[in-house]
């Protein structure tokens, strides 16, 4: 009979705690409840229509007939906070996004039924961008040289964020890049006594090729150059953290790294730097590449699903955003 070795001082053996999985689940050092996560809406500037995304397999624009349905299914398997991106109308954008500050635009008036039939058992956070109202497509105002001007952009983009908060949005999310709105947005939403509003600002927001889906579904690409000269350089850790904490003095509550999954490194960063809460964005094109190969059997979607996410919440990511929110938790994949 072979004897067993001593592989380790003490005959320390850690595959002991791996045999069983229940065992294994007693042990897990990450953890990802459904409080966690946050499911991103497309919301079409109507009270009906459903359009699918090609580019996001499972992903639809939804009219506010529909977002209502789909908030309410989601909301009783335990997806309970809703990030809600707007389209424009037909003939809506304009050079200056004008349509993005409209109470009755597509956000604020999805915010109001939200808010309206659900209360406080849906938490409601809104993206404050002007890229899918603008007719250029970039994320503020253009000079006649094409360069997007940062001090101009501020007022639109506080006025879009106090009509997300005059919905009754919960949480407004800045993800333009200009350097201040944090600040400017702070202010213009105390100055209407909407002090209750907190800020989950999009703090490291990286110039990434992985938002080509979402670009899609948002009707929001630029239509001349590119991102690059207000969104950050996808080399830079350091600079990170210094918007990051720009943000933190500005009065943000809440921080964002996007994308996720090629910035852990990052997530680990601004986690160490900071004491906010910190969201992680599972992009679209994470997404969106993890549905492709899954619909042609080249993976487990379940288990690389599992393993992404934990790797975000393992990174340091307090929250995620990501779009298989719903589906993780409807079929147990956590």
């Known amino acids: 009979m072979n004897r067993p070795i001593d592989v380790a001082p003490g005959r320390i053996r850690p595959r002991r705690l791996r045999r069983g999985a229940l065992l294994r689940a007693m042990v897990r050092e990450t953890r990802i409840a459904p409080e966690q996560l946050i499911m991103p809406h497309f919301v079409l500037p109507s009270a009906n229509g459903r359009q699918a995304i090609d580019s996001m397999p499972g992903i639809e624009r939804l009219g506010r007939d529909a977002l209502l349905e789909q908030v309410e299914s989601d909301a009783e398997i335990g997806v309970r906070n809703v990030l809600i991106f707007g389209l424009a109308g037909e003939g809506e954008k304009d050079p200056v996004a004008g349509a993005a500050s409209d109470p009755k635009g597509a956000v604020p008036l999805a915010v109001k039924e939200i808010k309206k039939r659900f209360g406080e058992d849906v938490l409601v956070i809104t993206d404050v961008c002007l890229c899918a109202y603008t007719d250029h497509g970039h994320c503020g105002f253009l000079d006649d040289a094409g360069r997007v001007l940062n001090d101009p952009s501020l007022e639109q983009l506080t006025a879009m964020?106090?009509?997300?908060?005059?919905?009754?949005?919960?949480?407004?999310?800045?993800?333009?890049?200009?350097?201040?709105?944090?600040?400017?947005?702070?202010?213009?939403?105390?100055?209407r006594g909407l002090t209750e509003t907190a800020i989950l600002s999009y703090s490291v927001k990286y110039a990434s090729a992985y938002y080509g889906p979402f670009r899609d579904a948002a009707d929001s690409a630029p239509g001349k150059g590119d991102r690059q000269g207000y969104q950050m350089d996808s080399a830079n850790v350091r600079e990170a953290v210094k918007e990051a904490l720009l943000d933190v003095q500005e009065g943000a509550d809440m921080l964002m790294v996007k994308p996720a999954l090629a910035y852990l490194d990052v997530i680990r960063a601004v986690k160490e730097a900071t004491a906010l809460p910190l969201a992680a964005y599972n992009v679209s094109g994470e997404f969106s590449a993890v549905k492709a190969a899954a619909l042609r059997g080249w993976l487990d979607?379940?288990?690389?699903?599992?393993?992404?996410?934990?790797?975000?919440?393992?990174?340091?990511?307090?929250?995620?955003?990501?779009?298989?929110?719903?589906?993780?938790?409807?079929e147990g994949w956590l």
């Open 301 to 330: 979607e379940a288990r690389v699903v599992r393993e992404n996410l934990h790797a975000m919440a393992r990174a340091g990511a307090d929250v995620i955003i990501t779009y298989h929110a719903r589906e993780a938790l409807r």
């Open 161 to 191: 964020a106090v009509a997300h908060a005059e919905a009754g949005a919960d949480v407004v999310a800045p993800s333009d890049m200009m350097d201040g709105r944090v600040a400017a947005i702070r202010d213009g939403l105390d100055d």
